[in-house]
Nanobody, 114 residues
Framework: QVQLVESGGGLVQAGGSLRLSCAAS????????MTWYRQAPGKQRELVAA???????NYADSVKGRFTISRDNAGNTVYLQMNSLKPEDTAVYYC????????WGQGTQVTVSS
């Protein structure tokens, strides 16, 4: 059974910080590219940040310099550190794992108030 479980979302004031976690089970975690996506109301799901099995990272232009993705292969967990949060960061954030197959978590809500 494959599971991706996100946590760490919540309500925060603009300028504040949150750290999202995605705990994976049922996969050989170190083989997977791990990606955070988000979907805001009325918008399509978009890529936020990704980290490959080799540790290379990629970020959406809108979050560069503010968000940091990292992974702990021993703990089967990927993180998204979000600093200097803006109201436009409000969305449901989803964890994605991709290798031979693709898996999705259920999402965690992030709300940033102005």
């Amino acid at each position: 059974q494959v599971q991706l479980v996100e946590s760490g979302g919540g309500l925060v004031q603009a300028g504040g910080s949150l750290r999202l976690s995605c705990a994976a089970s049922g996969i050989i975690f170190r083989s997977y590219t791990m990606t955070w996506y988000r979907q805001a109301p009325g918008k399509q799901r978009e890529l936020v940040a990704a980290i490959t099995s080799g540790g290379r990272t990629n970020y959406a232009d809108s979050v560069k310099g503010r968000f940091t993705i990292s992974r702990d292969n021993a703990g089967n967990t990927v993180y998204l550190q979000m600093n200097s949060l803006k109201p436009e960061d409000t969305a449901v954030y989803y964890c994605n794992a991709r290798w031979s197959y693709t898996y999705w978590g259920q999402g965690t809500q992030v709300t940033v108030s102005s």
